[in-house]
């Protein structure tokens, strides 16, 4: 199986400022990775996928980056409705996995 | 726009078998994945499985053993079978439209549905 490993686990910021949450994968998958966001009681809704390419509806404060092994999901300028947990899933072979996941709080 | 609905019994008693249905409105059933994700409360999420709209599934061998997802295309729904349940399959139980060439990213999600296995 490949291990999806995010950092932070946790991490408190304010409106406006800039975040980067990071994925970093067991083994190569090369770009086969979404970024989701999960808001408490709610599904998750994709914002990423293929590394860097965001879903549509989404806002152009999201992006992402990263190829291999290392990706990084940035919100350029957090937003009171980004406060949420953020998760990575790769599927580039099974069995499809998620990192461990990230909760952005409020600072 | 891929609406999915889900239902099924939301108490269960060890080693009862959890079933789940999720059926699937205004979108095309083939040519996708239909999986089913479970995350429990405040942990994260984890892929069961899925069946393609041919009929193939693919599951997680943490769960093979245990798990059945079949599929009713004239009634665009699929189901999740879960035998031999322990307190540690407490979860919210998610069905989710896979999307992709070989392998599927989630695009669409239900709305889970909370089973508690308790004796």
């Known amino acids: 199986d490949i291990q999806m490993t995010q950092s932070p686990s946790t991490l408190s910021a304010a409106v406006g400022d800039r975040v980067t949450i990071t994925c970093r994968a067991s083994h190569s998958i090369s770009s086969w990775l979404a970024w989701y966001q999960q808001k408490p009681g709610k599904a998750p809704k994709v914002l990423i996928y293929k590394a860097s390419t965001l879903e549509t509806g989404v806002p152009s404060r999201f992006s992402g980056s990263g190829s291999g092994t290392e990706f990084t999901l940035t919100i350029s300028s957090l937003q009171p409705d980004d406060f949420a947990a953020y998760y990575c899933?790769?599927?580039?072979?099974?069995?499809?996995?998620f990192g461990g996941g990230t909760t952005v709080e409020i600072k | 726009q891929v609406q999915l609905q889900q239902w099924g019994a939301g108490l269960l008693k060890p080693p009862e078998t959890l079933s789940l249905t999720c059926v699937v409105h205004?979108?095309?059933?083939?040519?996708?994945?239909w999986s089913w994700i479970r995350q429990p409360p405040g942990k994260g999420l984890e892929w069961i499985g899925e069946i393609h709209h041919s009929g193939s599934t693919n599951y997680n061998p943490a769960l093979e053993s245990r798990v059945t997802i079949s599929l009713d295309t004239s009634k665009n729904q699929f189901s999740l079978n879960l035998t031999s349940l322990t307190a540690a399959d407490t979860a919210v139980y998610y069905c989710a439209r896979g999307i992709g060439v070989v392998i599927p990213r989630f695009d669409s999600w239900g709305q889970g549905v909370l089973v508690t296995v308790s004796s």
């Open positions: 899933q790769q599927y580039h072979s099974y069995p499809l996995t």
């Open positions: 205004g979108g095309s059933f083939g040519g996708h994945y």
